[in-house]
């Protein structure tokens, strides 16, 4: 099986790292709003992904973390004084939407589904290693980590200090923190100010009060729920850089061990009205609206249309093609027996196996279903549709 590595910028033949499996984080939502579409695409094209490599007979071990807290005023923690009401509730509540959002998509679970919040040892831990190798520095009661001692610091980006800096501020809200050495220093572990308000979390630490950073709480979760080194690393292209690029000096920075993630994949971007289908830009579709009025089956056959590394645009247009594509399908199905031909999987197989290709693979279904193959049944639930 062939797979784009951003990593390398290329195709690469896939060989984990430890023969028969295979070991993927995925990173996980910040929950203070609803799943848009373009959450649903990120974890719909991994879930294919498990899907067929536990068909192809892996043993997966898949982690994904919630972000609900973080170094970050915004977010969480600004919705919660907003609304008025505690942050891990403001988290619980869209964790929980998030969950019903992605099960009526037949969304596979995570094997290790983590909170950040309950990871504050996994974490410290962490920051204790890179202090002790003096890859971090403390300042009062904060620590970041000091980038210039990473020497291969941007290699999955490849972006240099001035392209960083450009795009940092939409990520971080302390590049001007006079405490730091570097403006792209990573804050580790965020200290509580005096006078802090109060909806404003706090856990103890070696170092004081305070919060940890985003990007070491993905490290941290990730080595204690899947081992130093794992497969896959997967995410939105938007988190290639700042928060991918700090996971990875974090975690081998403080292991040793290279690389962290053999493959890192980035899945494409959704695009509504012209525009990146984003909060600040208003422009989401919500899944749950979706539900209302097309099948999960119909909204998996409109994700799956689109490569996963490839960025796409929603129209409802689309969508009702999808819906009837699938009610086509659905009908011939209900009138097969389910077996299942070698032939047809090798045939199925080496069109996912190029990069995991489910727009071809999805033409390939619609043959089969025009055919009355009795063959398609056993198909169409690897790549997870319902049946
Ligand atoms: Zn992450």
Excluded at 210 to 239: N, Y
Aim: proline share 5%.
């Amino acid at each position: 099986m062939k797979i784009f590595n951003s990593l390398s910028g290329r195709l690469e033949e896939f060989k984990p790292l430890s023969k028969g499996k295979v070991n993927i984080y995925v990173c996980g939502i910040t929950p203070y709003d609803t799943t848009h579409l373009g959450h649903a695409f990120t974890y719909i094209s991994f879930d294919v992904l498990i899907r067929y490599l536990k068909f192809k007979g892996f043993n997966v071990n898949y982690t994904q973390n919630v972000t609900d807290i973080n170094d970050r005023d915004k977010d969480i923690l600004e919705r919660a004084k907003k609304l008025n009401v505690p942050w891990n509730k403001l988290a619980d509540f869209w964790t929980q939407k998030f969950l019903t959002d992605m099960a009526a998509l037949n969304w596979v679970f995570p094997n290790h589904y983590l909170k950040a919040s309950k990871q504050i040892p996994q974490v410290i831990d962490l920051i204790q290693k890179l202090l002790k190798k003096s890859l971090a520095y403390r300042v009062n009661d904060s620590v970041y980590l000091d980038i210039s001692k990473i020497s291969d610091y941007g290699k999955l980006s490849e972006y240099n200090q001035a392209k960083m800096l450009k795009i940092a501020p939409n990520f971080e809200e302390d590049l001007e923190c006079p405490e730091k050495r570097n403006p792209l220093d990573i804050t580790l572990w965020r200290a509580t100010k005096p006078n802090q308000p109060a909806h404003i979390p706090s856990f103890p630490s070696p170092y004081g009060a305070g919060r940890p950073g985003w990007h070491i709480e993905c490290s941290a979760i990730s080595i204690s729920s899947l081992g130093e080194q794992i497969d896959i690393h997967g995410g939105g292209r938007d988190l290639k850089f700042p928060h991918h690029e700090a996971e990875i000096a974090q975690s081998e920075g403080a292991t040793g061990k290279i690389p962290f993630a053999k493959y890192w994949l980035h899945t494409g971007v959704v695009y509504y009205q012209g525009e990146k289908m984003s909060k600040s830009k208003g422009n989401l579709v919500m899944v749950s609206e979706l539900l209302k009025k097309y099948s999960c089956n119909a909204i998996r056959w409109l994700l799956l249309s689109h490569r996963w590394n490839k960025t796409w645009e929603f129209t409802e247009e689309k969508l009702i093609k999808a819906q009837k594509k699938v009610d086509f399908i659905e009908k011939i199905l209900a009138l097969q027996n389910n077996t299942s031909q070698s032939e047809l999987i090798h045939q199925f197989t080496q069109i996912l196996d190029n990069n995991l290709d489910t727009p071809k693979a999805l033409q390939f279904l619609l043959r089969l279903a025009k055919q009355n193959n009795p063959g398609l049944k056993k198909l169409y639930e690897v790549l997870g549709f319902l049946n």
